[in-house]
């Protein structure tokens, strides 16, 4: 598009986050599905600016906030935005997709038989030597150490059980585990949109 930042004389390092020239980088945009919920926790739905914009000029969602920066065109200067909801909703109902991503955020990225959150893989409980399926019900997430430890025996057999038996999450599963590891940054104008236990600045 050709979109140029809108910068002043002042040094960047001077200048507060909403006020820094755009770079690729920098302003990220907060997707909500058309509900006006995030599509996703963890990781958190965000855009680059330049997808949030292009997704402006389809026509494709309805600018929620915006950010103090501008951009702009040889025609036209627009905020960008910092909070963008799809215009067509995208239905949430559907089954996770059987991941080791999702398997872990599942488990809360911890072992499931210590809780360490170090050096994470996954366990079957029943082996695939004794006919153990690769399937949400027969693995957990386990520390390098406790899957040695348990090598290629049944949990009885290494009286080794998980803390939680594991089970096929749904989407909404995925979600409210996800809210429990909010990331680094959050800009302020997310935070209405968001159900963290995430402190308010006056």
């Known amino acids: 598009m050709g979109l140029i930042a809108s910068t002043s004389a002042i040094g960047q390092a001077e200048l507060p986050q909403d006020l820094q020239p755009v770079t690729a980088g920098n302003y990220p945009c907060l997707i909500l599905n058309a509900d006006y919920q995030p599509l996703s926790y963890f990781p958190l739905s965000l855009w680059s600016w330049q997808d949030a914009v292009k997704a402006v000029f389809l026509d494709r969602?309805?600018?929620?906030?915006?950010?103090?920066?501008?951009?702009?065109?040889?025609?036209?200067?627009?905020?960008?935005?910092?909070?963008?909801?799809?215009?067509?909703?995208?239905?949430?109902?559907?089954?996770?997709a059987f991941t080791r991503f999702n398997l872990f955020l599942r488990d809360g990225f911890e072992c499931m038989y210590c809780g360490d959150?170090?050096?994470?893989?996954?366990?079957?409980?029943?082996?695939?030597r004794l006919?153990?399926?690769?399937?949400?019900?027969?693995?957990?997430?386990?520390?390098?150490?406790?899957?040695?430890?348990k090598g290629g025996r049944l949990a009885k057999d290494a009286s080794m059980y998980p803390r939680v038996k594991p089970v096929q999450p749904t989407m909404h599963q995925l979600q409210v585990q996800g809210r429990r590891f909010p990331p680094n940054h959050l800009h302020e104008s997310w935070l209405d949109y968001l159900y963290w236990d995430v402190e308010l600045k006056a």
């Open 117 to 128: 959150a170090d050096d994470l893989t996954f366990d079957h409980l029943i082996p695939r």
């Open 131 to 149: 006919g153990g399926k690769t399937s949400w019900t027969n693995i957990v997430a386990a520390c390098s150490k406790c899957n040695l430890r």
């Open 61 to 96: 969602v309805n600018v929620v906030d915006d950010y103090a920066q501008t951009v702009r065109a040889a025609n036209f200067e627009m905020l960008l935005p910092s909070v963008v909801a799809l215009k067509d909703y995208v239905p949430q109902n559907r089954a996770p």
